[in-house]
């Protein structure tokens, strides 16, 4: 399954108004952590289809990154009827992902 | 039940699993998170031989890959006990418990943090343990860097070419690091150098926004700042073991350059070890070490 870019411009859309949760994964290319943690993340979007995964690349989308103060990644921002309702930082193992479902 | 078991998949644990298969011994590999270790968190390395220049992301598939190819088994689970009966060794993990006749620790280690009561809400908001991973969100802005090691050394240096200002904060007058690195931070206008202070408080809106910082005296003073940078150290992923394994004053596995512990059929290869240097070719060097030993052990028994 792809994992949809989101931007600035289709944040809204994709995220705030998703009738699912959202999981929001900000990352960069040169991110060794964030690279480990997508087989993952594609894995569970095939998975569940109670939530939506989304990619945030934060070296063109600087503006969401420092909207939702994000200063590391990767970074798993987990979105329920437009709000943010729990987070994690850095690399985690399926069964963590898998916690943050709402 | 398994010849050998390896826990941790960095490049201390790949590397063992690789001569370990070599030798023709059954390998399984334990690993808590993600094959790699702390070499992932390494955008370019560009001194390991042959590889002039490669991603950590890149190296520790290579050798996760060849380790894989070469028939070592992989369970993504958590090492928590090492049982010793002689002969055969039971690893229990969170999940299940494997026998094996000898057992290499190769668990890494990790950062060790300030211990501020705000400092693990504020991972990822302002507070960062990797100034090469995290250092692109504080293009002109204003960071701070703690410690007095190389690595504080080092991440000041890299995070001076992108933030605005960088405070360094020491503890101490003196720097323990590299002489060359403490110059070339001295040269750059933009490092801020506050010694003989430790950070004693972290204050947050929604964000890490500034620091109080205690002198020796007992002078408090507060930085407003964007980020902080913590380089205190890292502490040896030793602690499941402790009741088996000899280990050092730091938490590390005493065990020489040989990597055989007080526990005969059990070793110790990578950071996690007593040792001098911390490298990911000595790393991978413990890894060959470790399993040569353990494939010597076996044949004893």
Redesign the interface.
Known sequence: MNITEVTKETFENEVLKSDKPVIADFNADWCGPCQMLKPTIDQLASERDDVKFVSINIDEQDDLAYEYNVSSIPCLVVFKDGKEVKRSVGLKPKPEIIKLIP | MYDIIIIGAGPAGLTAAIYARRASKSVLVLE???Y?GQ?????DIENYPVAAHI???EF?NKVYEQAQALGAEFV?EKAVEILDSGTEKTVVTTDNSYTCKAVIIATGSENRKLGLPEEEAL????V?Y?AT??G???RNKTVAVVGGGNTALEDALYLADLAETVYLIHRRDAFRGDEATVNALKQRENVKFIYNSTVTKLNAD??LTSIEVTDKNGEVSTIEL??LFVAVGRIPENQNFAKLIKLDEAGYVSAGEDCITNVPGIYAAGDNRTKNVRQLVTAAADGAVAATEAVKYIASL
């Open positions: 808590a998170l993600s790699g070499i992932i968190n390494t955008p991603s950590g992301f520790a993504f991972v990822g908001r302002g960062s990797c991973c995290d692109a969100f504080y929604k964000r964007n980020g």
